[in-house]
């Protein structure tokens, strides 16, 4: 006896409702809707900060520049964390900062942002007296919410590429740090600028969570007076 298949795909294509013109303008609508939702956070970001970004020479005077971590390479500051790094040497020459907060991860033995950043400045001219390390700055947020409760950062200078100086200074901003931002300079437009810019347009949603919830940091700790030692020079 002849064995018929059933036709699986002829019954599903008679049981889906046709897509009429209305069904098709909701889905834009809807997809219309998901992108701004999702560029919100972005555009928060960039209103925002934006007013607080100046460049070396015209930015105002602190007590602290904070400069976060950006990878290791061979042990060494990679590329963008070494341009991070001259800027803030710059700015100590100028006498618009009198010390710097080195902020990175250190969550394993073999990795050490702080004092790799630390070495880089001090080879050149920043006194190792006045390079203050933050072993514990394992994202923006963590970095900002330690400079002011444990390093008792009150206005400073952050430091960072173009694409993430606004995230920074949000953040800051939300843990009581007065900021301005300096974006480094120096930095080629390759596929890790662009591939950082498509990252903060992920990371402005957690940065407006952490702006307005304001977790503990993942590490809090005691207290340290690095910072208040390093301005008492």
């Known amino acids: 006896m002849e064995r018929h298949r059933p036709d699986v ?18 889905l834009l609508r809807v997809a219309v809707l998901g992108c701004v939702l999702a560029l919100l956070p972005a555009t928060w970001m960039n209103v925002t900060a934006s007013a607080r970004v100046r460049s070396a020479a015209g930015v105002p005077a602190a007590p602290v520049a ?16 070494a341009h991070r790094l001259d800027t803030a040497a710059q700015l100590y020459r100028a006498g618009r900062v009198r010390a710097v907060l080195v ?18 400045l001090v080879r050149r001219g920043v006194p190792g ?12 947020w963590d970095s900002c919410a330690r400079a002011r409760r444990i390093f008792g950062v ?7 590429q173009g694409f ?10 939300a843990a009581g740090v ?24 992920v990371a402005a949603g957690k940065a407006a969570w952490d702006a307005a919830v304001r977790p503990d940091p993942r590490f809090l700790g005691p207290r340290e007076r690095g910072v208040e030692r390093a ?3």
């Open 66 to 81: 904070v400069v976060f971590g950006a990878g290791l390479w061979d042990g060494e500051p990679s590329p963008y964390l």
């Open 9 to 26: 795909v002829g019954w599903l294509r008679q049981r889906r409702p046709p897509r009429t013109r209305a069904s098709q303008r909701r």
């Open 103 to 120: 902020t990175g991860d250190n969550s394993r033995r073999d990795y050490d942002e702080p004092s790799a950043m630390r070495h880089y």
């Open 178 to 201: 007065d900021a301005y931002g300096v974006a480094a300079s120096s930095d080629p437009r390759d596929i890790t600028w662009y591939y950082g810019g498509v990252r903060e347009m």
């Open 164 to 173: 993430h100086i606004r995230r920074a200074l949000v953040l800051c901003r």
């Open 154 to 160: 009150q206005r400073a200078v952050l430091i960072s």
């Open 129 to 140: 007296s006045q390079v203050v390390d933050d072993y514990a700055g394992f994202d923006t």
């Open 231 to 233: 301005l008492e020079r």
